[in-house]
């Protein structure tokens, strides 16, 4: 399993509650627990989780759970990332509302609502079913699994639905497609990294701070004074 928790924006580091968290598991058969942090990038995954994910295929894991920041509208690299997308919610996250905007939800392969013993989960089921019944069809619609992670309930249908959804990705050669957008999608997030490591040297020294002073004082605008920098770094 792959836990991936923010860095801080000011001091860099990590806490990563998750490596704590998992403590009593780390010894059971056949299961490796590694905690990444984000290191600044967006997304709500680490750039080096793609690459992490490889190791451990090589390293013969049949199975890598990768875990993101958290919830949120924008953290949603990890639907490029994983085969099947799995989106987790408690009883009381929200209304219908916030059910039909959060992009989040929109790249879900299938939902959990978890401590399905709370009140309120059946209120969380219909307002996730309002939210299926708004989207184009795909040919997929997500289930919807409840669970109570705390006694082990529900467990057996949530496994039965990941089956599912792989069987169905299998049967028409997505699972394939996605597999090759996934690599495509991680070449380019790499070479921008790299980009934006070089830009770090373009936006420094006297020319920049000539340009930077041209912009200050009116005489060109900030667009022009950016490619000015541009083509004489690439030329």
């Known amino acids: 399993m792959l836990a991936i928790d923010p860095s801080s924006p000011f001091s860099g580091g990590a806490i990563l509650g ?14 490796f627990i590694r905690s990444m942090a984000t290191r600044g990038h967006l997304g709500g995954l680490s750039l080096a989780t793609p690459q992490a994910v490889r190791v451990l295929d090589a390293a013969g894991k049949p199975w890598v759970l990768i875990e993101t920041v958290g919830v949120g509208q924008v953290e949603i690299e990890v639907a490029g990332a994983a085969d099947t997308t799995m989106v987790v919610v408690n009883p009381g996250w929200g209304d219908a509302v916030q059910a039909a905007k959060a992009g989040l939800l929109e790249i879900a392969d299938l939902f959990v609502v978890n401590k399905a013993d709370r009140d309120g989960a059946a209120d969380t089921v219909r307002d ?3 939210m299926l019944d708004l989207s184009l069809e795909s040919g997929w619609r997500p289930p919807i699994v409840k669970t109570v992670a705390s006694r082990g309930e529900g467990f057996e249908e949530l496994w039965e639905a990941i ?5 169905f990705l299998e049967a028409d050669g997505r ?8 690599i495509r999608d991680e070449l380019r997030a790499i070479v921008v990294e790299r980009l934006y490591e070089k830009a770090g040297t ?12 041209a912009v200050e004082a009116r005489e060109i605008d900030p667009y022009a004074a950016a490619e000015s920098l541009l083509s004489e770094t690439l030329s």
Not at 175 to 182: D, I, K
């Open 163 to 167: 089956g599912a959804h792989r069987a």
């Open 175 to 182: 699972l394939a497609a996605r597999r090759t957008r996934r």
């Open 128 to 130: 996730l079913e309002f």
């Open 18 to 31: 998750d490596r704590v968290r998992m403590q009593d598991h780390a010894t059971d058969p056949g299961v």
């Open 202 to 213: 373009v936006c420094a020294g006297e020319r920049f701070d000539e340009l930077a002073a």
